[in-house]
């Protein structure tokens, strides 16, 4: 590492504040107020971003036969670039033996690249205890789907080293309680998504440790009973975050509103859901389980519906771009939902360079500097397709341990 020093400019994302970041050898050698007047087109300086939810990108796909060491490092690297910093690599619904061999691939190349491990906080698993009713199972493959298996998982968990912190499956099987204790006395975090559970089975797998709600109000039945159903359960349950995919097409403006202010701020996690196809032009592109389409607006489909989500192709940036839009919040009150609270609920220090402040002195120089383009609504918000435009971060550098990635 270079000792020669390297200064950069930027607007504090949680104060305003301007400042001089000196970075030498890596670390953060001084910050130096501004006068904010002399610096008014300033960017904004911020901690790199957490992402819990990442099921690949350019082409690669963390859940699939074909998944490769030099796959899930050309994904990681992909990652800071967009200024994630720490991510959960993400394996849905696949074969037993896919699944088993991916997770054994991502902590191969973890150990390939040591210097990435802390880009990997653990891996998610989304699937295969999910529903297999329609519109809860989403785009996941049924016949892979499951009822819990403490063996399966424990192949999983044990092929990665126990890598596996996050399991998102449905209550909707029987002894849910008991499987979710298991794994809460694995140190897994518990979510509740691709369900068909009733309100029972959710308040016994919460009351068992179950504290997330995966994309909420997503993979769900178009029609639903007015008053009794597994998105209002979740919605009402104050022990379980919740985390959204703002991508402008997961979800309504109207129904994010109602989410983010039943839920609070401080119980709502912004994750991107990324598409293995991430960085990828419009066009058809076919994956190991079905084939799948770009639309030209950004939106992923299933190939032959343009209606049937199939992850997401932006970065979680956007999300935060476009929450603000939606809600008319500020930076500081928008940008932790996607780094403090995903390191909070996953036990993770606050930043990716420790638990103070992300431009402490001497700590490792992790930041992202970028200007804001604010998502654009049009009269139905976000469904105005005609009008929506994303929001998204125009990052102009990217410092990760010290190194420049943008």
Known sequence: MSNSIREYLGRRYDTGDVVRVRVCGGKIASVEAIDAHT????????????????????????????????GVLKTLEKMLRDGVFRCCPTLTTNAPEVM?????TIANALKSRPELQPVVWGIHLEGPFISTAEGAIGAHPKRFCTPYSKGLFEAIQSACGGLVKIVTLSPEYPNVGEFVRYLYAQGVK??????????????EATRAGATLSTHLSNATRHLLPKWENYFFAQLANDGLYASLIVDGFHISPELIRIITRAKGLERVILISDQSPLAGYPPGKY???????????NGKVTLAGDPNLLACA????????ANLMAIENLTLAQVYPLASTAPATFLGAPRFSNGDGDFLEIG?????IIFDLEPAQLGVLGILDGGAFKTGRF??????WRGREIV
């Open 39 to 70: 610096a008014e087109k300033a960017p904004y300086i911020a901690p790199g971003l957490f992402d819990l939810q990442v099921n690949g990108a350019v082409g690669v796909e963390f859940s699939s036969s074909k998944l490769t060491v030099d």
């Open 363 to 367: 700590a490792d120089a992790d930041f």
């Open 313 to 320: 192709s932006f970065p979680v940036s956007n999300g935060v």
């Open 100 to 104: 088993i061999e991916a997770a054994r």
């Open 286 to 296: 076919s994956m190991e389980l079905c084939d799948f389409e770009i639309q030209p």
């Open 190 to 203: 518990v979510a509740i998504g691709h369900t068909n559970a009733n309100a029972a089975q959710i308040v």
């Open 394 to 399: 125009e990052l102009a550098n990217v410092l």
